[in-house]
T-cell receptor
Framework: LAKTTQPISMDSYEGQEVNITCSHN???????ITWYQQFPSQGPRFIIQ???TKVTNEVASLFIPADRKSSTLSLPRVSLSDTAVYYC?????????????FGQGTELSVKP | NAGVTQTPKFRVLKTGQSMTLLCAQD?????MYWYRQDPGMGLRLIHY???????AKGEVPDGYNVSRLKKQNFLLGLESAAPSQTSVYFC?????????????FGAGTRLSVL
């Protein structure tokens, strides 16, 4: 079972870089690592996905070490609007018997 | 292009009543999912579908039924609602369910069972 572990909450200030690490010790060979963002009263929204090394898009960067047992979502220069819950997910639906595990997520609070 | 649309947005039921939640997607996605979200529990998969006419159980399927008669629609039914089914329900869809599964979510349905 590909279970992920993340910190429950994090605090930051505007303009800082925020790094959220996710542990996924049982990640399968075919699994990608996907991060979602969720604002209150909204559905989760895709942020970034990667398989190995580093991926960067206009919103975030994702760092994945060689053993792939963890990954780090990096949000550069956060603003108040980045206050949200962030979920790490490793996915391969059929290998997990239909258990896509989102976990509790990390509640990020950005302060002025 | 509306993405994933859920109907209704809010609903209050009495114990024992039945209802159907509708999910519609206009992205021609093969895969569709129903989740429930409870405080401190994250998102838990109820049922999913890998294509028109097929459904499968997720992590917490008891008390729910689903149907995928059309590719763009995925219905979640509660035959006899219980207070334990009070939750926020999210529908999602994806192009594939394999290695690089990226899901697109609806805005959610907030259900209260009294």
């Amino acid at each position: 079972l590909a279970k992920t572990t993340q910190p429950i909450s994090m605090d930051s200030y505007e303009g800082q870089e925020v790094n959220i690490t996710c542990s996924h010790n049982n990640i399968a060979t075919n699994d990608y690592i996907t991060w979602y963002q969720q604002f209150p009263s909204q559905g989760p929204r895709f942020i970034i996905q990667g398989y190995k090394t580093k991926v960067t898009n206009e919103v975030a960067s994702l760092f994945i070490p060689a053993d792939r047992k963890s990954s780090t979502l990096s949000l550069p220069r956060v603003s108040l609007s980045d206050t949200a819950v962030y979920y790490c997910l490793t996915t391969f639906l059929y290998n997990q018997g239909g258990k896509l595990i989102f976990g509790q997520g990390t509640e990020l609070s950005v302060k002025p | 292009n509306a993405g994933v649309t859920q109907t209704p947005k809010f609903r209050v039921l009495k114990t024992g009543q039945s209802m159907t939640l509708l999910c519609a997607q206009d992205m021609n996605h093969e895969y569709m999912y129903w989740y429930r979200q409870d405080p401190g529990m994250g998102l838990r998969l109820i049922h999913y579908s890998v294509g028109e006419g097929t459904t499968a159980k997720g992590e917490v399927p008891d008390g729910y039924n689903v149907s995928r008669l059309k590719k763009q629609n995925f219905l979640l039914g509660l035959e006899s609602a219980a207070p334990s089914q009070t939750s926020v329900y999210f529908c999602a869809s994806s192009y594939s369910g394999g290695d690089s599964n990226i899901q697109y979510f609806g805005a959610g349905t907030r259900l209260s069972v009294l």
